[in-house]
């Protein structure tokens, strides 16, 4: 079945620092590719997107492009605030939902 | 409107209490969801409700009773519950299929004592 595997965390950055968190997908059909992020106590919110191979998403200074030859969807940022400490989820489009990655947390020190 | 409204936003409930969690949505999207989060783990997939029917029940135990009156309203009627059910649920609308993803509600978050 479809399924996200991001890599573990917690991922702790300094202030400034330059990020990246992993995301593979399984390469069935032509899925639509997320990044959600979720603050404390807060519901996910859509970071990005892209719909298909090579697209760029971008938002808030993230970004994430959709490789097909790699089956990723990694994302980066170059210079992470204190405000980006969340939790960061990957996330698919199957037939009827989404499948989602058990998430990332990043904290950024000042 | 862009939102997908949760209520209440915090609710504690005695284990036999019967309660209602609400989601609305004015984003014209035709599937509705109801998702389970514990603390440090993903949404766990509850309920998927796709053009007012149910189209997906995640083998959820029958205390949890989900109910959609129309394209915009989706509830969750709750009943006899325990307290590992204390929890984070969280609403979410999209279209059909979710090619541009989900809009996710702020969650309501359920303490059973």
């Known amino acids: 079945g479809d399924s996200v595997t991001q890599m573990e965390g917690p991922v702790t950055l300094s202030e400034e620092a330059c990020l990246t968190i992993?995301?593979?997908?399984?390469?069935?059909?032509?899925?639509?590719l997320f990044w959600y992020v979720q603050y404390p106590g807060e519901g996910l919110q859509l970071l990005l997107k892209a719909t298909k191979a090579d697209d760029k998403g971008s938002n808030k200074g993230f970004e994430a492009t959709y490789r097909k030859e790699t089956t990723s969807f990694h994302l980066e940022k170059g210079s992470v605030q204190v405000s980006d400490s969340a939790v960061y989820f990957c996330?698919?489009?199957?037939?009827?939902?989404?499948?989602f990655g058990k998430g990332t947390m990043l904290l950024v020190s000042p | 409107d862009t939102e997908v409204t949760q209520t209440p936003k915090h609710l504690v409930m005695g284990m036999t209490n019967k309660k209602s969690l609400k989601c609305e949505q004015h984003?014209?999207?035709?599937?509705m969801y109801w998702y389970k989060q514990k603390a440090k783990k993903p949404p766990e997939l509850m309920f998927v409700?796709?053009?007012?029917?149910?189209?997906i029940n995640e083998s959820v135990p029958s205390r949890f009773s989900p109910e959609c009156p129309n394209s915009s309203l989706l509830n969750l009627h709750l009943h006899a519950l325990q307290p590992e059910d204390s929890a984070l649920y969280l609403c979410a609308s999209s279209q059909v299929p979710p090619t541009d993803g989900y809009t996710f509600g702020s969650g309501t978050r359920l303490t059973v004592v």
């Open positions: 409700y796709s053009y007012e029917k149910l189209s």
């Open positions: 992993n995301c593979t997908y399984t390469a069935t059909g032509y899925p639509s």
């Open positions: 996330a698919r489009s199957g037939y009827s939902t989404l499948t």
């Open positions: 984003m014209g999207h035709r599937a």
